[in-house]
């Protein structure tokens, strides 16, 4: 068994994570420039000054996907390039981009655009960021911006990305850029003007081109049933879609960002009305989109109790990445099933993978057992998705290069390429050979 004859194969990017060029062709700063270069806030101080710096190297990054043989690439478009302060618009930030895409479409790599990865103008930031109803208005300008600029050469596009993070781990827990500790109504602010902005967002893209195919990225609590009994998988689609008991705050769930996008309602948790809001901001929010990304990392495996779901704890010596992340393959099964029967859109997996600790052997090579074995897990509860009836269409695997991996800085790998810090010089991993022979035969071989 196979994938669809048309699956999506891809890998994935950030404008930040991989660009470099900081301050190059009128680029504006970002939270994350400001961020990464307050002490204590990333490890070891690394910031993204230099990245990949693919701004300046992005034909090597297309040889590798070349030689990954895939047909697809997400990458983001970095807002401050094109408005440096969120407000005034740089032309000459689109040079790069010009490149990017023309270079993928001449080798016949669809460009996925994410417009929105976490990368808020630190002059926005500075007047309350997110905290205000005009962010999520600039950014829908962007948007627009962006997909008028590119016309009929990119047609596919995300809006946010993970929202649950850059507003639960910016604004609620302040581990990421801006580092702010917020609750109540001042964080549902928040969580509200982004609703705002993938609403407006989507409607500025249709605007402008309206044969886009517009989706979003969203992450949060997934879980997987102990058993295959009904009562299990009861249970862990009522814990997948809960608040508090499972997740760590009310913002790491699916729903929290998928209901009020596609149903145009808040989940019912009384953080969701922590402040009133216009009736017809719904309205906004709730725009037709084309499909679900979905990144997936880990889950919880849960079982039906007396009382309700209950967690399975993991076990000692319970197998985990290098980041020590659970490693739970059943939940690209369980999870695309479980959004998949809530929403009804089409699904792709818009990041998926694992850090691992790589290293040069003594052979001169990157061997990443642990990322291919990871990998096969994943993609095979993935493809027994899809032959169960889940509308899976593709794959973005995350990522292609090792690359600055936020408040971790460049501790984490998560590349099917190494990048060698001291050169820049982009490496090929097993995984990126294994990965290849993966996309070539539709996971046949899996």
């Known amino acids: 068994m196979s994938f669809r004859s048309d699956f999506v194969w891809g890998a994935a990017s950030a404008a930040y994570q991989i660009e470099g060029a900081a301050d190059e062709d009128g680029r504006g700063k970002t939270v994350w420039d400001v961020f990464s270069h307050t002490p204590g806030k990333t490890y070891g101080g690394h910031t993204g000054d230099v990245a990949c710096d693919s701004y300046h190297r992005f034909e090597e990054d297309l040889e590798a996907l070349l030689l990954l043989g895939v047909r697809h690439y997400r990458f983001g478009i970095g807002w401050t390039r094109i408005f440096p302060d969120g407000r005034t618009l740089n032309e000459r930030g689109f040079a790069y981009y010009d490149k990017v895409v023309d270079l993928l479409l001449k080798n016949g790599i669809t460009p996925w655009i994410t417009l929105y990865h976490w990368d808020t103008p630190q002059a926005l930031e500075d007047g309350g960021g997110w905290q205000n109803r005009e962010t999520a208005e600039l950014l829908g300008r962007f948007a627009g911006v962006v997909a008028a600029h590119f016309g009929g050469h990119v047609s596919h596009y995300f809006t946010l990305n993970e929202p649950q993070c850059f507003i639960g781990l910016g604004y609620d827990l302040g581990i990421h850029a801006p580092g702010k500790r917020l609750s109540g109504a001042a964080l549902f602010a928040c969580w509200h003007n982004a609703m705002l902005a993938h609403g407006l967002m989507t409607r500025a893209v249709r605007a ?3 044969a886009a195919k517009i989706g979003l990225a969203s992450c949060g609590l997934i879980c997987y049933p102990a058993s295959d009994s009904t009562d299990d998988f ?4 009522e814990a997948t879609f809960s608040f508090d008991r499972f997740a760590p705050m009310p913002l790491f769930s699916q729903n929290a960002f998928l209901d009020p996008a596609i149903n ?4 019912d948790h009384p953080f969701f009305r922590s402040v009133p809001f216009p009736e017809e901001d719904l309205a906004i929010i709730r725009q037709p989109i084309d499909f679900i990304g ?9 079982k039906m109790g007396e009382n309700g779901p209950e967690i399975v704890p993991f076990h000692r010596g319970y197998p985990r990445t290098a980041m020590r992340w659970p490693i739970t393959p059943s939940m690209m099964y369980y999870g695309t099933r479980l959004i998949y029967e809530r929403y009804g859109l089409p699904i792709y997996i818009t990041e998926n993978g694992l850090s691992c600790n790589d290293k040069f052997f003594l052979d001169g090579r990157v061997h990443d057992p642990d990322r291919i074995d990871f990998l096969q897990r994943y993609l095979r509860e993935l493809r027994h998705a899809s032959e169960a009836g889940a509308d899976v269409r593709g794959y973005f695997h995350w990522s292609l290069l090792d690359n600055f991996e936020w408040s971790n800085g460049y501790e984490e790998r998560f590349g099917l390429f190494y990048v060698d810090y001291t050169t ?12 290849r022979s993966i996309v070539e035969h539709n996971g046949e071989t899996l």
Request: net charge positive; charged share 20%; no cysteine.
């Open 208 to 210: 402008a081109n309206p």
């Open 424 to 435: 820049l010089k982009r490496h090929p991993k097993d995984s990126a050979l294994w990965y």
């Open 264 to 267: 145009g309602l808040y989940p």
């Open 234 to 237: 009861e249970a862990a689609r």
């Open 294 to 302: 979905l990144n997936f990392y880990n889950a919880h495996e849960v």
